[in-house]
């Protein structure tokens, strides 16, 4: 789906940004805690292919690269360590060093501004998200667990209008409801750990900060007195059964606000690691894929049940994907090379997709039934990695694109989900 004057109606941004300058009609300027000036633009680019977030500050001697936080409509939380100073190699930047910026990418009217005191606060970048208000106010959220008990938060708000923080102790005064089947307790579910945030709006602002193993945890922020509530997401029953480590969730499950429901995507691998073969860029024993799938379910209640969700709307088996011959045979195509890859014919191309390793599914925004998903050739967090977009409906990998080398193979964090405000 396009939008006026073709630009893209949803968004992928790369969560690792850029240093350099890549001026446009989306540039915005600023000025650093320091007294430096900052030049930030954004590259859309229409998905699969990631938008890129490009930092560009001359006086400064030293600029790490960006990191994008979170993103909703036109608006970019990130963090960077910028510095007037030589900084020795050894550094390692932490999250008082950086400055922290909101970015309004509009392109009739880019802002970009500081928040100076973010950065002591102490949030992690997964605790953090965005309430968008109207054409030029915005709410930033971070829901922190309670120092005293896993059964408090603290919530931390900050509105543009006063342009100052706010804390409250938060009880969860609906918790989600009891599991539906038996869990151990040596799992991690019995307690929320924050994987992302979502924006779902509406009058009193909602939010949910999503453990994807578990749950959520909707909060309405821009009431006098917020509370919290749980709603339940289903279990990763596989993971249960077999008595497996859960791991890092978004490696597995995605979730987003699609045409005003809850969408939720769950990637099942069947895979084994080889211990005796540990790879010397990752340090992770590589990975054997034997197959996966990947199933989706919606909820449009948010009500605290699992029966909310159902059963999976669609299961999509690896061995189904349809695969066009043009796709595979296209130079810039290299996933599916055949010349690389020494792919001959279609059962060829079929082991052979069986095989990727595949992670961090996401919903397409534009309720098309459309995932995107990473893919590597042999091994997990490679550092060549490629984005699908995978249509669930018709089976069909509708297009891919090389995502390029990220700079951390053991970082997988790789793009960030939204629709531009003027879609929205």
């Keep these: 789906m396009a939008t006026e004057a073709g630009r893209p109606a949803s968004l992928l941004t790369a969560v690792e940004g850029y240093v350099g300058d890549r001026s446009n009609e989306r540039t915005a300027t600023g000025i650093t805690r320091k007294g430096l000036s900052i030049k930030v633009s954004l ?24 990191r994008v936080l979170c993103t909703a409509g036109d608006l970019i939380l990130f963090r960077v360590d910028v510095s007037p100073d030589c900084v020795p190699d ?11 910026f909101l970015y309004r990418a ?20 997964n605790e953090i998200g965005i309430l968008p208000r109207g054409l030029h106010h915005y709410t930033i959220a971070a829901l922190l667990p309670g120092p005293l008990s896993f059964k408090e938060f603290v919530l931390h708000l900050f509105h543009s209008e006063t342009s100052s923080w706010s804390s409250m102790v938060l009880p969860v005064a609906e918790p989600q409801v009891e599991f539906d089947c038996f869990i151990p307790t040596n799992t991690d579910l ?37 509370t919290l509530r749980g709603i339940p997401l289903p ?76 059963e999976p709307e669609c299961t999509v088996q690896a061995d189904e994907v349809a695969i066009k011959t043009d796709m595979i045979s296209q130079p810039t195509g290299m996933l599916l090379l055949p010349s690389e890859e020494g792919v ?17 599914p996401s919903p397409s ?58 879609n929205t």
């Design 235 to 310: 279990l990763p029953m596989e993971h249960i059964t077999a008595g497996k480590h859960l791991g890092r969730a978004m490696d597995c499950r995605g979730i987003a606000v699609v045409n005003g429901r809850l969408k939720l995507v769950h990637l099942d691998i069947n895979a084994s690691y080889d211990i005796n073969i540990i790879d010397p860029e990752t340090e992770h024993p590589t990975m054997l894929v034997d197959d996966w799938a990947i199933s989706s379910w919606s909820n449009s209640t948010l009500e605290n049940s699992y029966e909310a969700w159902g």
């Design 43 to 66: 590259l859309a680019n229409r998905p699969p292919q990631p938008s890129k977030l490009w930092v560009h500050c001359p006086e400064a001697v030293h600029v790490d690269t960006p």
């Design 190 to 226: 019995y307690y929320h750990y924050t994987s992302n945030v979502i924006t779902i709006g509406g009058e009193h602002g909602t939010m949910g900060w999503v453990d994807l193993w578990r749950g959520i945890l909707l909060c309405d922020v821009l009431r006098e007195k917020p």
């Design 344 to 360: 001959e014919n279609p059962e060829q191309e079929a082991a052979y997709f069986q095989r990727l390793v595949m992670s961090d």
């Design 90 to 100: 050894s550094r390692f930047s932490m999250r008082q060093d950086c400055d922290y």
């Design 365 to 422: 925004l534009d309720g098309d039934g459309v995932v995107y998903l990473i893919a590597a050739k042999e091994k997990s967090y490679d550092q060549k990695s490629w984005i699908l977009a995978l249509d669930m409906n018709t089976k069909t990998l509708q297009s891919v694109v090389p995502f390029g080398t990220v700079e951390d193979p053991s970082d997988p964090v790789v793009y960030c989900t939204s629709r531009p405000a003027s």
């Design 106 to 125: 509009d392109p009739n009217s880019p802002v970009l501004t500081l928040l100076d005191d973010m950065r002591t606060r102490g949030f992690e970048d």
